[in-house]
Every structure is written in C-alpha cells, then in structure tokens.
C-alpha cells in the first residue's frame, strides 16, 4: 500500500532551535515535496526534490533547507526556528504521470515554535 | 509566479443541496487535481483532471483548459462532504501548486 509517513508527528521547540522534520515514502516515487499549512493561505510548496541528492527550492524556501537523501527519505531542517514558522507541514510524494498522476501525501507535523 | 485561485472560500449547505466549487489559474496547465482535506487534516486526491469532465460518485469535475478554469460539483452533499476542498496545478517540472482552499460545512 502506498505510504508516506512523517515524523515527529508533533514539536515544540524554542525560537532559535534546531529541528529536523523527516519523512519516507515507500511508494517508488521520484519526487517529493515539502508543504507548509496555515489559514488564509492553503498549503505553500518550500521545498522538493526529483531524486536522491536533488534540491529545488518551492516558493516560501526562506528559512528552511532540505535533504534528499534517498529515493525513499526527504528531510527539512529548521536551524534557526522562529515562531513565524509554527505551522503544520505535510510532505507528499508523486510520480509524473504516464497516465493518473500519483500523489501521496503524510498525515502532516504540527510545529510549534515559542 | 503561478496562480491558483479558489472560490468560494467557504460554503455552508444543508444536507441535500448542492454544491459547485470553482477554481482558476494563470497558466495552462499541464496537470490539474482536486484534492480533500478531511476535518483531520488527512489530503487524498479526488480529480486528475487536465481536461474535460470527469465523474466519480456524486462528483463531477469540469476543467476547461483553454480558458483556464475548472469547477468540482458536488450533488446531494452530505454532512461527511464537510471538509477543505483544494485545486492543484503543476505548471512545469512537476511543481505542484495549490489554492488557498474551500471549506465546506455540510449541515445535517
């Protein structure tokens, strides 16, 4: 069954703390994508990836970096957390289509920053 | 940059009424869905529905791509309808970009 699991499902962490979202797929698929959430805003694309080793940067990248370390594991990283990022972060991932594109998404992480 | 424009951004009906959620963007693009948002928070896709009308159930998906819009029409709806109705577009390189959403609130 197609799956993508995030962890920690939940955080709380302090403004200026270090905190690493992860989540794994074992879907076969070769992109992923990290999403943030929050009302008025739907869901913002930071970051995502088409394979191991690859970055592109999505259209709120600022103060997030991310890593793809396999086909199966994508990781985003808050070095510096501020409380402008206290969202809640789903990680999806998809295969281009040769016909029904696939997109699984996580259950999300909610993130605190005080 | 790429658009994605959903409206209404919210809809209260009662049980029985219909439903038509409509979506807009600023390309062609090349690949649309539908997705839902239960109450939860779980997203599942609905629609992949680059062009066309496409059905399943009580939904129907209609995007006319050259004008650059697509409608979800929901029939009967039902209270377990309630929830945040997204349309995603992936203009180029498989970038997916969504709206900011519709929520619906189905009452018994």
């Known amino acids: 069954e197609a799956a993508v699991t995030q962890s920690p499902r939940n955080k709380v962490t302090v403004t200026g703390g270090n905190v690493t979202l992860s989540c794994r797929q074992t879907?076969?698929?070769?992109?992923m994508y990290w999403y943030r959430q929050d009302t008025g805003h739907g869901l913002r694309l930071i970051h995502y990836?088409?394979?191991?080793?690859?970055?592109q940067i999505g259209d709120v990248p600022d103060g997030y970096k991310a890593t793809r370390t396999t086909q199966e594991d994508f990781f985003l990283l808050l070095e510096l957390a501020s409380p402008s990022q206290t969202s809640l972060y789903f990680c999806?991932?998809?295969?281009?289509?040769?016909?029904?594109?696939?997109?699984?998404f996580g259950k999300g992480t909610r993130l605190t920053v005080v | 940059g790429q658009q994605v424009q959903q409206s209404p951004a919210s809809l209260v009906l009662q049980e029985g009424e219909n439903a038509e959620l409509q979506c807009n963007f600023s390309?062609?693009?090349?690949?649309l869905q539908w997705f839902y948002q239960h109450p939860g928070g779980r997203l599942v896709s609905l629609f992949y529905?680059?062009?066309g009308t496409k059905h399943t159930g009580r939904l129907t998906s209609t995007t006319v791509t050259n004008e650059r819009r697509s409608s979800l029409h929901i029939s009967s709806s039902q209270t377990t309808d309630s929830g945040t109705y997204f349309c995603?577009?992936?203009?180029?390189?498989?970038?997916?970009?969504f709206g900011k959403g519709t929520h619906l609130h189905v009452l018994p």
């Open positions: 999806a991932s998809s295969e281009p289509p040769q016909g029904w594109p696939e997109v699984f």
């Open positions: 879907n076969s698929h070769n992109y």
């Open positions: 990836s088409y394979g191991a080793g690859n970055l």
């Open positions: 390309s062609t693009a090349t690949r």
């Open positions: 529905n680059p062009s």
């Open positions: 995603a577009i992936e203009p180029n390189a498989y970038k997916v970009i």
